[in-house]
C-alpha cells in the first residue's frame, strides 16, 4: 500500500511535519492495513516497526501472570504506536493491538531510530506526543481509582469518538469488560444508564455517540486533562 503525500495523510502528527521531514519519513516508510486483533507490539519481544495510524484505534494493555488484562492507552490517528524506541527501549511487557480496524503508515524500528536522532524537529513532535500517552495512562490509573464505572466508561468512549471519524464505532460488552478491567455485567448497567440519559445509542455491537456534551459532563474530571495538554503541545485535535 503506497504511502500518501502529506497533503492527503491523516495522522496528525505526520501532518504538522515540515516537507523535508515527511519527505524522510516516506522514503522508508510503507502504508499498511489493519486489521482487528492485529499485534502490532507483542509483550516482551523486540519492536519491529512504528506505526504512524491513519485510522483505526489501537489498544494498549497490561496483563497480570494469570491472564487478567486492562487497557492502559489507546492510540489513533493523533498518534503513534511504538513509543518505547523513543527512549531507546526495544521492548515492553505491554501488548498493542488493534481495536478498530483501519491503516497506518508503518516505519523499521532501525529507520525509525536513525530518523528521531538525525531530525530535531521530528524528535520534538514525537516526544511531546509521548508525553501526552504518557499522561494519558497516569490519567487511566487516576480513572480507575477515583471515579465510578460510569464515569470511566464515559471517559473512555469520548477517547474513542475523539479518533474515529463519525459518531460511530464498533464495540461489544465484552471488550468493555476487559479493557476497563470490571465484570461484564457492570458494563451493562453502565451502558444502559449512559444510554437511558440520551448520551448514547448502543446496538449490535456498535456504540454511537447521541449528545457528546452530555457524555463530557457524565466524564466529569475524569476527561480532558491530557487531550488539553496535546491540543496545547501539537496544536491539533478534536
Request: glycine share 8%.
Amino acid at each position: 500500500m503506497p504511502v500518501p503525500s502529506q497533503r492527503y495523510v491523516r495522522n496528525h502528527l505526520l501532518s504538522i511535519l515540515s516537507p523535508d521531514d515527511y519527505e524522510a519519513i516516506q522514503s522508508v516508510a510503507e502504508g499498511v492495513a489493519l486489521g482487528r486483533r492485529d499485534i502490532l507490539i507483542a509483550a516482551n519481544k523486540s519492536i519491529t516497526h512504528v506505526y504512524f495510524l491513519e485510522s483505526g484505534i489501537a489498544s494498549e494493555v497490561a496483563a497480570t501472570p494469570e491472564g487478567r488484562r486492562i487497557e492502559v492507552c489507546i492510540t489513533g490517528p493523533e498518534g503513534i504506536v511504538g513509543v518505547p524506541l523513543l527512549l531507546d527501549v526495544d521492548r515492553t511487557p505491554h501488548e498493542t493491538f488493534v481495536q478498530i480496524e483501519g491503516d497506518a503508515v508503518r516505519v523499521e524500528a532501525a529507520a525509525f531510530r536513525r530518523l528521531v536522532e538525525e531530525r530535531r524537529i521530528l524528535r520534538r513532535i514525537v516526544g511531546h506526543y509521548a508525553y501526552a500517552a504518557h499522561l494519558q495512562t497516569a490519567g487511566t490509573a487516576l480513572s480507575n481509582g477515583s471515579h465510578t464505572l460510569e464515569e470511566r466508561l464515559a471517559r473512555w468512549l469520548l477517547m474513542c469518538h475523539d479518533r474515529v471519524d463519525g459518531d460511530e464505532f464498533p464495540v461489544t460488552h465484552e471488550f468493555l469488560s476487559t479493557m476497563l478491567g470490571v465484570r461484564r455485567p457492570g458494563v451493562t448497567t453502565a451502558i444502559h444508564s449512559l444510554e437511558g440519559a440520551g448520551m448514547i445509542k448502543a446496538r449490535r455491537s456498535h456504540v454511537q455517540v447521541l449528545d457528546r456534551d452530555k457524555l463530557k459532563a457524565a466524564a466529569g474530571d475524569s476527561y480532558g486533562v491530557p487531550e488539553a495538554e496535546y491540543r496545547r503541545l501539537i496544536h491539533v485535535g478534536r
